[in-house]
């Protein structure tokens, strides 16, 4: 009995020996494995601490690159949220790429018309076709861009996001827009100077007869009133003519270095004077000089250059805007006609100066409608207007390496312009009251 008592203790004793070896030797494996798992952690930290400077410098040449690029480019993700964006769109969206990164793209405020759907291209995996968008800055700037849009695949395949690219093509659009108006002013280039002959000759002879008729009829006569009329018609349509001729074949200029501010004097005085002659008493016509350029020591009149030029189209460009600001003040209001040097211009010695002319109404402003095309020829809205007015003032500043520009608000009146190249003489031989100094033809 006790020998078998003895057997079975010794059986259940057995079993618990084993386990405790094979424990005690398995620790060390374990062990092992957790010291190679470390190492193995230890060395890809180690991998990934190396691989993240050359990572970085990787993105920031990627960046670098993509800013040197003149195009817009914008990247964003499968979600359409932007990843990368680089200066060209900076400037084109103006939008900072620090505060686009991570929000989805077509939640940036872009003004851009139409809107690039390209979320709507990532769901669908098919990127939308070329277009030509515009985008609105906040000062009232425009932007014609070309926006192309690519997708992202990876290498099964699948879209992953997406890239849109944008071009500016504004200057291109304005060399266009050139090139049509130059191809217009030739299409009645040919008409005009085909006609020129065929109704000038008559029209004088009609307007001359007109003139003897009127001399001859004593004021009482009925038919005295009939003769003025065909005297101003005939008037009227040979200023049409020859307006129609300047556009069509340009003047041969006369140009001499004047003072611009003597100009202006003298186009005030004719001005001054159709005003009474219309009757228009509540129209008062003034002469203002600007503020001199920032870094100019000179004041008054003084700080403004004179220009070389030639006086009578210069004249006759200064006139056309001040009937056209006369026609928007009906019911009276001020006319100035102001010299000075547009800020930026003319600050340093290196800087080739630049002299204003500007002809500045108190009148209703133009209408928005027709402010893309209002110097265009014909383009009008008066009922006996001709429509060449302001067309004529933009060909005599393009005669003269300058141009011609505006601002209105509407029923806050408007600002017409002239900016032209300064001469070689001394501002200071200008004198207070724009008397010119030694006048000579430019070479």
Known sequence: MASSSTDRKSRRAGPPRRVRARGRKRGPELQEVVLRTQRDVTEANLSLREQLPRLDMTLQYLQGFLDTLDVGIVGVDAEARVVIMNRGAERILGVKAKDARALPYEALDTKMVPPPPIAEAIRQGQPPAPLRRVVHHERGGRMLVESVVSLIRNGRGRVIGAVHLLKDISPADELEKKLQHQDKLAAIGKVAVSLAHEVRNPLSAIEGFGHLLVRNLETSDPCRRFAENIVRAASHLNQAVTSTLVLARPPRLDLRELCPLQLMQEVKDFVTQEINAKGLHDIQVFVEIGRPPTGSARRGHEAIPRIVADREQLKRACLNLCRNAVDAMP?????????????????????????????????????????????????????????????????????????????????????????????????????????????????
């Open 331 to 443: 019911q009276g209001g001020r006319l100035t006609l102001k010299v000075s040097v547009p800020p930026g211009n003319g600050s340093s010695a290196a800087a080739d100066p630049v002299v204003r002319l500007s002809v500045i109404d108190s009148g209703s402003g133009v209408l928005r409608e027709i402010r893309s095309r209002m110097f265009q020829p014909f383009e009008t809205t008066k009922e006996d207007g001709t429509g060449l007015g302001l067309a004529i003032v933009r060909k005599i500043a393009e005669l003269h390496s300058g141009k011609v520009s505006f601002e209105s608000r509407r029923g806050k009146g408007a600002r017409f312009h002239l900016d032209l190249p300064a001469g070689h003489v001394p501002a200071h031989k200008c004198g207070p009251n724009g008397s010119r100094g030694s006048r000579r033809a430019a070479s």
